[in-house]
């Protein structure tokens, strides 16, 4: 990560060991959940946990290092 973005997440507050739910996650992007689910199903997603519940969860360094990929596009 680029320092002057580690500097942003540090400032905004954001823990990279974070834990971001589908609803905190979609919120965050702005998208509906059954895209996040389109997303997922063509392997175009961040990296999920699949927790033994069912419920997924994306962690705050895979979805900021997935934001950045999609940057460098």
Not at 22 to 45: H, N
Not at 57 to 66: E, F, G, P, T
């Amino acid at each position: 990560m680029a320092r002057s973005v580690r500097r942003a997440v540090i400032a905004s507050g954001r823990r990279p060991d974070e834990k971001l739910t589908l609803a905190e996650l979609c919120a965050e992007l702005k998208i509906q959940r059954s895209t996040f689910y389109d997303w997922r199903a063509k392997g175009r997603a961040p990296r999920c946990l699949k927790l033994p519940n069912g419920e997924i969860r994306v962690a705050r360094r895979d979805l900021d290092a997935w934001l950045e990929s999609c940057l460098a596009r």
